[in-house]
């Protein structure tokens, strides 16, 4: 059906997309991750504990830590530095009790939960640990407690300050499930490798903020969101377009997805490192206690921007010739097509909208806990869990999916060890396909 | 010389337990994606099944081979807790199902709580005794100038080989059966083979079943070729690399999974000892010898791709079978 002289053309437009492609992240691996500023990072491929102590945001030197190993091995005591860092590196995998020697505090500092001088935590081959012991100048623990009221067990101050966080964490995968749920409504294919785009966001922020440049972190979050738009209209010019023009499978689309997901994600852990790394700016902050609750600001400041960009993206969809055109494609293509809607542009303009959201949430998470390879394909199953909780290529559903889920696993943590948190969320994701597959806000129709 | 070790490796690795390993996981895959068109991308949780089956039955004081039934019963189980919340659905929602739900069980297999049933991160070691102390082949080492194998390597070899053998003749049998045609039928128009009376959803079942009791077994054998059991070896990334082998063999082919598994791990192997020999002689500065476990995915994930766009139909199969869209 297709001309032999198209088939060539596109043929041609892949290789040179996928070419250009590869240039881009080799042009990005040379030049990133062996900048001298990253000599900070310990060396060290073996496993270790490591942390700092401050309080409020000066540094506390000259602290006395002991490390143990539970089987014997590895005894060390180490004293914090200048900047209050400590770390001991460890010869095996293992489960480690972390002492810290109260007495060797300064004076007016103590830890904040005085029973909490010692924890007792494995660690996986090949894993840095970090270890935070909190510690308080003296002022306010002994009130704390009498400030949080207690009804029938349950600390309502710790609830409400975790529902805080939740509505954080909620916006944060909001914002990126709502570029996947886009992306998935106009053009049909879910893309597996959105979570990468998340950590294209963060890393590229990163290296702006504190591995090429130092600009100020919001500076550089403006740099990478442009970036990611040209890497989001990079990959439907040069990738994702020429495929669908030679009629590729939507299956085929979404290993070509997951191929992109594996490929890039490994190329972050070879590039980036597979340590965590933080922004220079808003790294540690104190809580403020707002009488209700106690909140970080850089929570504050990410649920305003977060917000902010929902409602931005709302008011595009809403009240703008490429929303309504958007959503005429997200609704019927083909008729969208016939009454003068150029197709394809309004696909470009989603791939680089929703790259957009994604990267965006990827520096929003990056804020709160640390830049990593894998931060975005970890988000990914939970903005599945978002999107179809809230309804499969909805706009807002992913939003009110996000909100939901981030609530419920901050405060499932109130009952539930932490590291279940996400197996909620994903068992919320099962039941919810189970008895309601099209969603909260999804329309009533088949599915399957 | 450094070359040959290079090339003699590759191919030792390719005829390999890894690649048997990815060869079984993907006969069972391919019943699944290649002939029924179920995108199943928790096979990974199939194989963990089969690992702790066989590790924990081992730890319990049972038989191994118990273990190994045992992981195969729990295959089953997954295959439900995938098939009944998806399969009713669009193809998609299968797909984020099974990656969820994979990730589910890592995750609870992993986690301190259920570590006094689990071992936790530390996972099972040395429970594999029965099955090499069963080896009729006598000490020595077997094959031909540098291509030798160990008398323990060469029967995880052949009991390997033969499991491959037996699964896909399997398959061949199935897919001739009239089982088969409908479950082909099912791939190319779900609504056609509806209308003719046929439950889809319970032909799915078995497919994401079978396939997924393949991978258990897989699963088993891995544990025993390795003699150790760790919760961070399920990633999901093994589940795409089992992908890219059968979608390089050729989705949909009887020979295929084995062939596209032998394939990918020889040019994995390859390529690695290729950039292993560029760092030792410091030509290749910008890589450590760490960086090559997350180069071997880099390489798995660009095959992928490179895959898709350019031969979709694999090594084996053809074109019209493919997974071009007419």
Not at chain 1, 17 to 30: K, R
Not at chain 1, 160 to 176: C, H, N, P, Y
Not at chain 1, 364 to 371: D, R
Request: glycine share 12%; charged share 15%.
């Amino acid at each position: 059906m297709y001309p032999n002289e198209q088939a060539r053309a596109c043929h041609r437009a892949l290789r040179v997309g996928i070419v250009s492609g590869l240039l881009f992240l080799l042009m990005a691996a040379l030049g990133g991750p062996h900048d001298p500023a990253m000599a900070q990072e310990p060396p060290t491929p073996g496993q270790g504990v490591s942390g700092q102590l401050v309080v409020g945001s000066d540094p506390v030197e000259g602290v006395t830590i002991e490390v143990a190993g539970t089987s014997g091995a590895d005894v060390a005591t180490v004293e914090t530095d200048d900047e209050g860092a400590w770390s001991v590196p460890l010869t095996s995998p293992d489960t480690y009790e972390i002492s810290i020697d109260v007495d060797t505090l300064p004076d007016g500092v103590a830890l904040a939960d005085p029973e909490r001088d010692s924890l007792t935590l494995p660690v996986r081959e090949g894993q840095n640990r970090i270890i935070i012991f909190q510690l308080t100048d003296g002022e306010g623990s002994a009130e704390d407690e009498e400030d949080g009221f207690d009804f029938i067990g349950l600390d309502f101050k710790r609830l409400a300050s975790l529902t805080v966080d939740g509505v954080r964490f909620g916006i944060v995968i909001g914002v990126m499930a709502m570029g996947l749920s886009l992306i998935f409504g106009v053009t049909g294919l879910i893309n597996f490798a959105h979570g990468e785009l998340v950590t294209f966001g963060a890393i590229m922020a990163w290296l702006f903020n504190a591995g090429w440049f130092r600009f100020p972190l919001l500076i550089a979050a403006l740099c990478a969101l442009v970036l990611a738009a040209v890497l989001g209209g990079g990959l439907e010019l040069g990738l994702v377009r020429p495929l669908r023009r030679r009629r590729t499978s939507n299956i085929a689309l979404i290993v070509v997805t997951i191929g992109l997901s594996e490929f890039l994600r490994s190329f972050y852990q070879v590039t980036f490192g597979p340590l965590p790394k933080s922004y220079r700016d808003y790294a540690i902050q104190r809580e403020a206690d707002l009488g209700l609750f106690a909140v970080t600001p850089k929570t504050l400041g990410i649920i305003a921007i977060g917000a902010l960009a929902i409602l931005l993206v709302a008011l595009v969809l809403q009240r703008t010739r490429l929303g309504t055109a958007m959503r005429a494609v997200a609704d019927n293509k083909d008729l969208a097509a016939a009454s003068g809607i150029d197709v394809q542009r309004v696909v470009l303009h989603v791939w680089i909208l929703g790259t957009v959201l994604a990267a965006l949430g990827g520096i929003l998470l990056g804020v709160t806990q640390k830049v990593e390879y894998d931060m975005g394909f970890k988000a990914l199953l939970l903005m599945f869990a978002a999107v179809v909780v809230g309804g499969l290529g909805t706009a807002y559903g992913p939003l009110l999916g996000a909100l939901l889920l981030g609530i419920v696993t901050q405060v499932s943590t109130l009952w539930f060890p932490t590291e279940f948190k996400f197996v909620f969320a994903l068992l919320a994701l099962i039941l919810m396909l189970v008895f309601r597959p099209q969603g909260i806000l999804g329309r009533r129709e088949r599915v399957g | 010389m450094d070359a040959v070790n290079v090339l003699l490796d590759a191919l030792r690795t390719s005829v390999g337990p890894q690649a048997i390993v990815f060869a079984l996981a993907g006969v069972g895959l391919n019943l699944q994606f290649g002939y029924a068109g179920l995108l199943n991308f928790g096979q990974v949780a199939f194989m963990l099944a089969g690992a702790y089956g066989a590790s924990m039955t081992v730890d319990a004081g049972g038989p191994l081979w118990l273990g190994i039934v045992l992981g195969m019963l729990a295959a089953l189980v997954i295959a439900m807790l995938f098939g009944l919340p998806a399969l009713r659905l669009r193809a998609d929602y299968l797909a984020i199902v099974t990656i969820s739900v994979g990730e589910i069980i890592r995750l609870v297999v992993r986690s301190s709580t259920f570590e006094p049933i689990t071992n936790g991160v530390f996972g099972y070691r040395d429970f594999a005794g029965w099955f090499y102390d069963i080896n009729p082949i006598p000490g020595g080492r077997y094959g031909f100038g540098g291509f030798t194998f160990s008398e323990r390597r060469l029967w995880v070899i052949v009991v390997g080989w033969g499991l491959v053998a037996v699964a896909s003749l399997l398959v061949f049998w199935l897919m001739r059966s009239p089982w088969g045609r409908v479950l082909e039928g099912v791939r190319e128009d779900e609504d056609a083979v509806r209308s003719m009376g046929k439950n889809v959803f319970m032909y799915k079942l078995q497919a994401l079943a079978i396939g997924g009791v393949m991978a258990a077994v897989a699963g088993s054998l891995r544990a025993m070729d390795t003699e150790a059991v760790r919760p961070d070896f399920f990633f999901t990334i093994i589940t795409f690399t089992i992908y890219a082998a059968v979608i390089l063999g050729g989705a949909g082919t009887i020979l295929g999974p084995a062939l596209g598994a032998m394939a990918l791990w020889f040019v994995v192997s390859f390529s690695e000892g290729i950039l292993r020999l560029g760092i030792d002689s410091g030509v290749v500065e910008f890589l450590s010898l760490e960086d090559l476990a997350a180069i071997r995915f880099m390489i798995v994930g660009l095959v992928l791709i490179l895959l898709v766009v350019f031969r979709p139909q694999g090594l084996l199969g053809r074109r019209e079978a493919g997974l071009i869209d007419d």
